[in-house]
């Protein structure tokens, strides 16, 4: 089973990933985290990726396409996966459905959250994250019940430092340009379920899992 979650930041795919990985035994791949073990690790991909990003560069799409494949061959990825905050662009896309149709192993379905502006913007604005196992807490919603330890294992949460309401707005316009015309790409393919995100985690866990019915 391959899935790939798109969204507007803030609009729930990590946690929602993290929901749907538990359930069926596959593993949340995110971009993020896929570069940062290549590069600990010291792949040849990694030590390539890392001169980019001693200069301050980003990675180019082509090394984090290759680095993504790899992620993909790994032994716990044979039962499939979910890509979480990969495809930014059409190109890279476009890659993706290369590789993976070289492997006779398409995507099953394409899940689209469906957040507001304003409601991005106050999610995002009181988030903070245990870097240890990832999961998240709001301000808000649901904080911890330490104040700034995770629940799980006690590791002091980060709150990213570049999250004011401005360069949220300029994270959603970037989304609006380079991401939502993936958006068609993947209805023309018949693989995108759009689900309604604005609303308790355990609301929207239960709308994608009713939108994914015929392919779980
Ligand atoms: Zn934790």
């Given at each position: 089973?391959?899935?790939?979650?798109?969204?507007?930041?803030?609009?729930?795919?990590?946690?929602?990933?993290?929901?749907?990985?538990?359930?069926?035994?596959?593993p949340?791949?995110?971009?993020?985290?896929?570069?940062?073990?290549?590069?600990?690790?010291?792949?040849?991909?990694g030590?390539?990726?890392?001169?980019?990003m001693?200069?301050?560069?980003?990675?180019p799409?082509?090394?984090?396409?290759?680095?993504?494949d790899?992620?993909?061959?790994?032994a716990?990825?044979?039962?499939?996966?979910i890509?979480?905050?990969?495809?930014?662009?059409?190109?890279?896309?476009?890659?993706?459905?290369?590789?993976?149709?070289?492997?006779?192993?398409?995507l099953?379905?394409?899940?689209?959250?469906?957040?507001?502006?304003?409601?991005?913007?106050?999610?995002?604005?009181?988030?903070?994250?245990?870097?240890?196992?990832?999961?998240?807490?709001?301000?808000?919603?649901?904080?911890?019940?330490?104040?700034?330890?995770?629940?799980?294992?006690?590791?002091?949460?980060?709150?990213?430092?570049?999250?004011?309401?401005?360069?949220?707005k300029?994270?959603?316009?970037?989304?609006?340009?380079?991401?939502?015309?993936?958006?068609?790409?993947?209805?023309?393919?018949?693989?995108?379920?759009?689900?309604?995100a604005?609303?308790?985690?355990?609301?929207?866990?239960?709308?994608m899992?009713?939108?994914?019915?015929?392919?779980?």
């Amino acid at each position: 089973m391959r899935f790939v979650f798109l969204g507007l930041p803030g609009a729930g795919k990590g946690t929602q990933a993290r929901v749907l990985s538990e359930r069926l035994g596959i593993p949340q791949i995110s971009t993020g985290d896929t570069l940062r073990e290549a590069v600990q690790e010291g792949t040849a991909l990694g030590i390539e990726a890392r001169t980019f990003m001693d200069r301050g560069e980003y990675v180019p799409d082509g090394i984090m396409v290759r680095m993504v494949d790899e992620r993909l061959h790994d032994a716990d990825a044979s039962k499939g996966f979910i890509l979480d905050g990969f495809q930014r662009t059409v190109p890279q896309a476009r890659a993706l459905e290369e590789v993976l149709g070289q492997a006779g192993t398409p995507l099953d379905a394409v899940v689209q959250f469906l957040i507001g502006d304003v409601t991005a913007i106050r999610r995002i604005i009181g988030r903070s994250t245990c870097p240890a196992c990832k999961r998240t807490y709001h301000q808000e919603w649901s904080p911890p019940a330490d104040d700034s330890l995770c629940d799980a294992d006690g590791t002091p949460l980060e709150k990213r430092s570049d999250e004011d309401a401005l360069t949220v707005k300029r994270r959603l316009a970037v989304y609006r340009e380079q991401t939502q015309p993936l958006e068609a790409f993947y209805a023309e393919r018949d693989v995108l379920r759009a689900v309604d995100a604005e609303a308790p985690v355990a609301v929207v866990s239960a709308r994608m899992f009713d939108a994914l019915r015929d392919v779980l």
